[in-house]
């Protein structure tokens, strides 16, 4: 069974840091594309970042220099580090995986093209 299980969101204040973890099993990890979706107004969602071991990272213009993604591929599991939080960071994140290919940089949250986590709430106070 494809399963991603999430964990690490919270509250913070403005600055603050949060970092997200992503386990998952069912599929070929270490052969695929791992990444962080936030979800915008409706269901959609923005790419945040992602790694694949023979591309390298992607990160959204908003939060290069503040985020940090990687992987463990021992442990099957993807982490967002998230440092200098922003009331604009708020959002629910959810970790995806796209076994060919890459994720595009927008989707709509939970479709049938990618494997998805639950999601989980950040929120960032001012």
């Known amino acids: 069974e494809v399963q991603l299980l999430e964990s690490g969101g919270g509250s913070v204040q403005a600055g603050g840091s949060l970092r997200l973890s992503c386990t998952a099993s069912g599929f070929p990890f270490d052969e695929s594309t791992m990444g962080w979706y936030r979800q915008g107004p409706g269901n959609e969602c923005d790419l945040v970042s992602s790694?694949?071991?023979?591309?390298?990272?992607y990160y959204d213009d908003s939060v290069k220099g503040r985020f940090t993604i990687s992987q463990d591929n021992a442990k099957n599991t993807v982490y967002l580090q998230m440092n200098t939080l922003k009331p604009e960071d708020t959002a629910v994140y959810f970790c995806a995986a796209a076994e060919r290919g890459r994720l595009a940089v927008w989707q709509w949250c939970g479709n049938n093209f990618y494997r998805w986590g639950q999601g989980t709430q950040v929120t960032v106070s001012s």
């Open positions: 790694i694949r071991r023979d591309v390298g990272t």
